[in-house]
Nanobody
Framework: QVQLVESGGGLVQAGGSLRVSCAAS????????MGWFRQAPGKQREFVAA????????NYASSVEGRFTISRDNAKDTTYLQMSSLKQEDTAVYYC?????????????????WGQGTQVTVSS
């Protein structure tokens, strides 16, 4: 079992930067592939980024590639999502997720464990 807790969300102006974190407990996350998803009001949850447990390879949604960076600190059992050049359309609740498979999957159903989410709001 893995428990995931997101933090670092908040209000930021368009063009600004923000880093959200996902702290894990219960079992080390070095054995899990970690992902970030987001859900905006009235929309379905969508993939943002993922980082593989095996080789650290990453995968990004096209809407965030070049602006967001996913990383992990296995010693701290923490995964990060650094967000830059934020746009209003990035406003959403951001969720951290973990899966035991090695591929940086983009489909939410492949992930077993989920955090409670952290709100990111980008103002104009």
């Amino acid at each position: 079992q893995v428990q995931l807790v997101e933090s670092g969300g908040g209000l930021v102006q368009a063009g600004g930067s923000l880093r959200v974190s996902c702290a894990a407990s219960g079992r080390t996350t070095r054995t899990y592939t970690m992902g970030w998803f987001r859900q905006a009001p009235g929309k379905q949850r969508e993939f943002v980024a993922a980082i593989s447990r095996s080789d650290g390879s990453t995968n990004y949604a096209s809407s965030v590639e070049g602006r967001f960076t996913i990383s992990r600190d296995n010693a701290k059992d923490t995964t990060y999502l650094q967000m830059s050049s934020l746009k209003q359309e990035d406003t959403a609740v951001y969720y951290c997720a973990a899966r035991s498979g090695s591929g940086a999957a983009t489909t939410s159903t492949y992930y077993t464990y989920w955090g409670q989410g952290t709100q990111v709001t980008v103002s104009s």
